[in-house]
């Protein structure tokens, strides 16, 4: 990514500031030519950063012919992790997917100099239809990207960037034209809610912290720890200044001078940008000390928490940052009276305070413009698993889960079957087919026994065991619990034996009723979120999947083959083509026979691996 600047401009007045963002813009041409390469985690993990650098050297190497040489633009995360590394070629919005250092000269040679498109690079749908640019390209258009509106657009290192996009209009607007009061009243009337989980209503959380008395700080829950998830570590890579300048609002409303961001320690880009951009605005007055000459001081300091998925509870996390041991207390005793420090503190997840900005400069009822009554604007969803397109994406709120399957995801790839998505991380449940059309929002999802959580959704196709789903879920919380209450500790214990039974073929008749009365019990007395919605993965594919609990426990039988004790694989004569794919993919050589003539698998040599049914074109392998 860019060179970090070294001196820059204070900003010294709003007036100032607006001033700067004027000659900056004046500065940029948005038509110029520009190759914008996506440089977040999962892109970088495939190369981008090679392939930005191989840009720059090729395209100083290149014969212009009087063109102009375009800017290299790393920027964060686009959000179609699957296609990585991605390239835009701007201002045409050519979009290039899984580009290889070894395609950069031929993009410069046919593309960037001799406009033409390179159609092995161009994005190619579930519907085989192919996609030259971003703008066209179902992942992109069915979305609504506001929170994501600029990454992919800024270098997360450059703060000129930002502000040309609108960094810190927001902050200007909340310290000369409201009053504290004001800036809540217009939260309370966006209707946003807390996007870390819980759903609770900002402007209601800012209200009551800004009415105690004592020192109060705002905190910044950085901790996303559900498996699957990365909306947070997206934002705070690709878009640093948003969840900034959010804080800095939240803490002009209730009072507040000094912030906290507690950033998992397994998110090195997302620490290194945020440091970057916590240095810029400080250095220009943006944050600190008497910020843009109003006398408003705020100061953010950044802490690493230790992975602890428990510390992403609030009254945890405050005891980490404390420096204590990470555990939850009782939810009598509210943060916003007594938190970090035993003070007043404010605490709201990375996309809430993006959020923010947006509501103050474009207003109440711009927000709630998108989304629904009782879930009013967009939601970030790390979308993943068993579908086309996995990655980043941003809807309205109140969407049907349908919709962002398919439209956005492109349905299940090899023409499988939709069996469940999970929403809501760990502590999620399970949506089945028949209520695939729910709509995406607190109460909806509440009704039909998932929740929204933080956002992350994992698809799931027809060969997903949901035994075996709840079991994994299950053991991930049984190693997350902080042991701190006896209805989460020995509760999530217990299911994990019983489950693990199940699995095995050693289920018992009771096995599912007492796994129901586990998960209730949970949720009814234990003490903080993670062990009150402990009992979710559970609880829902009993009650959408129960026919396949009975079939583990009287059949000794797992419908899906996963259980590897529970099943075995067949070749069907009469679908086999013996075409020797299944052959050659066998680790152990478990399967024999003639080209052109079916085959067949020896049981005793056979692991139980999946790749003969994976890999088979004609769907011949059968589970028995």
């Known amino acids: 990514m860019a060179e970090p600047i070294k001196t820059l401009t204070r900003i010294d007045s709003v007036k100032g500031l607006e001033e700067y963002r004027k000659n900056s813009i004046a500065q940029y041409d948005p038509d110029a030519p520009k190759v914008i390469v996506c440089c977040g985690t999962g892109c970088q993990i495939n190369g981008a950063i090679e392939v930005a650098e191989a840009f720059k050297i090729s395209l100083a190497e290149a014969g212009w012919n009087g063109k102009v040489i375009p800017e290299i633009k790393e920027t964060g995360c686009h959000g179609f992790c699957s296609k990585g590394p991605l390239v835009v070629i701007e201002p045409q919005d050519i979009f290039y997917q899984k580009v290889r250092v070894t395609d950069i000269p031929e993009i410069i040679e046919k593309t960037i100099l001799g406009d033409e498109i390179i159609k092995r690079l161009e994005y190619k749908h579930s519907d085989k239809k192919v996609y030259a640019h971003t703008k066209e390209i179902p992942f992109y258009a069915n979305q609504t990207r506001v929170v994501l509106k600029n990454i992919g657009k800024i270098d997360p290192l450059e703060i000129n960037d930002a502000i040309i996009h609108g960094a810190y209009k927001g902050l200007a607007k909340a310290l000369t034209e409201m009053m504290p009061g004001q800036i809540i009243s217009e939260v309370k009337a966006s209707g946003l809610r807390g996007r870390g989980g819980a759903g609770f209503p900002t402007g209601v959380k800012w209200e009551s912290c800004a009415s105690q008395l004592g020192t109060s700080y705002i905190i910044c829950n950085a901790d996303e720890g559900d498996p699957g998830a990365f909306m947070n ?68 300091t950044l802490s690493s928490g230790a992975g602890a998925f428990v510390c992403g509870e609030s009254s945890a996390l405050m005891s980490s940052l404390e420096g204590k041991v990470g555990r939850p207390r009782p939810k009598y005793i509210r943060s916003v009276e007594k938190g970090f420090r035993d003070n007043p503190s404010n605490l709201n997840n990375v996309e809430t305070y993006a959020c923010i900005p947006d509501i103050i400069t474009n207003g109440a009822d711009w927000f709630r413009s998108h ?126 034996e019983i489950l693990t039974r199940i699995t095995k073929g050693e289920g018992r008749e009771g096995d599912i009723e007492l796994l129901e009365e586990l998960g209730k019990f949970m949720t009814d007395f234990s003490l903080c979120g993670l062990g009150t919605s402990a009992g979710n993965p559970v609880l829902s594919t009993i009650r959408y999947f129960r026919e396949e609990y ?75």
């Open 233 to 300: 570590r997206s934002l705070l890579e690709g878009d640093p200044h948003s969840v900034l300048e959010g804080m800095a609002i939240a803490a002009r409303a209730i009072g507040s001078t000094r912030g906290y961001i507690y950033v998992r320690l397994e998110y090195p880009l997302a620490v290194k940008n945020l440091n970057h951009a916590i240095r810029q605005a400080e250095e220009m007055g943006l944050l600190g000390e008497n910020i843009m000459g109003t006398g408003f001081d705020f100061k953010i």
């Open 371 to 496: 989304g629904i009554a009782e879930s009013t604007g967009t939601k970030i969803f790390s979308l993943t698993g068993n579908v086309h397109n996995i990655g980043l994406v941003e809807v309205p709120m109140g969407m049907p889960l349908k919709n962002i399957v398919y439209d956005i995801g492109g349905g299940i790839p090899k023409k499988k079957e939709y069996k469940a998505v999970q929403t809501g991380g760990p502590s999620g449940g399970c949506i089945p087919k028949h209520l695939i059309d729910v709509p995406v929002a607190y109460g909806s999802l509440a009704e039909v026994g998932s929740i929204m959580g933080s956002g992350g959704m994992i698809v799931m196709d027809e060969d997903t065991c949901m035994v075996e789903v709840a079991r994994y879920f299950t053991h991930f919380l049984v190693d997350e619990s902080c042991g701190q209450c006896t209805p989460c500790r020995e509760g999530l214990i217990r299911s994990l």
């Open 550 to 624: 009975e079939v583990h426990i009287r059949n000794k039988k797992c419908p899906a083959g996963v259980c590897k004790s529970l099943f075995n694989y067949s070749i069907d004569p009469n679908e086999c083509v013996g075409c020797g794919k299944c052959r050659i993919k066998c680790p152990v050589k478990a399967i024999s026979g003639e080209k052109k003539t079916p085959h067949t698998i020896d049981r005793d040599l056979c692991i139980k691996c999946q790749e003969c049914y994976k890999n088979c074109d004609f769907r011949a392998i059968m589970i028995i």
